[in-house]
């Protein structure tokens, strides 16, 4: 694994583990569901985009939550597209960081050249 896409993954993964156990019970919580579908890692590859893939993504989970009853998904959208796409689809903003924030164990920043956010987005099914 290259240095950079090591620190894009620790950076990420810090994000999410950070937003992971308390933010799991506190939707939990604030949605009033007993379980949640967590997803981390989905990507559409270059050659790929601009094909629909990234929506049928997300409808191929949403169907799956609700063909098994699952009241709340969540995902961690980190690319401008992926975020205006979960819009569009019904996802609904709840933590949000600008990538300059994100600092590793000395406080150094990870990323000079992002000046977006990561966004920890849910859908809730009624």
Do not use: W
């Not at 629909?52 to 961690?76: F, K, N, Q, S, V």
């Not at 990323?111 to 987005?121: A, E, K, M, V």
């Amino acid at each position: 694994m290259s240095p950079s896409l090591f620190k894009l993954v620790a950076s990420f993964l810090d994000f999410a583990f950070k937003s992971t156990h308390i933010e799991y019970c506190s939707l939990c919580f604030r949605f009033g569901v007993d379980h949640v579908v967590d997803a981390t890692g989905l990507s559409v590859g270059r050659e790929s985009r601009g094909l629909g893939l990234g929506l049928m993504l997300l409808e191929a989970r949403l169907e799956m939550c609700r063909g098994l009853h699952i009241p709340l998904t969540r995902t961690m959208f980190t690319a401008i597209p992926s975020q205006k796409l979960a819009a569009r689809v019904g996802f609904k903003i709840v933590k949000e960081t600008g990538f300059p924030e994100l600092l590793d164990k000395d406080g150094n920043r990870f990323f000079n050249d992002l000046n977006h956010t990561l966004q920890l987005s849910v859908y809730k099914f009624d």
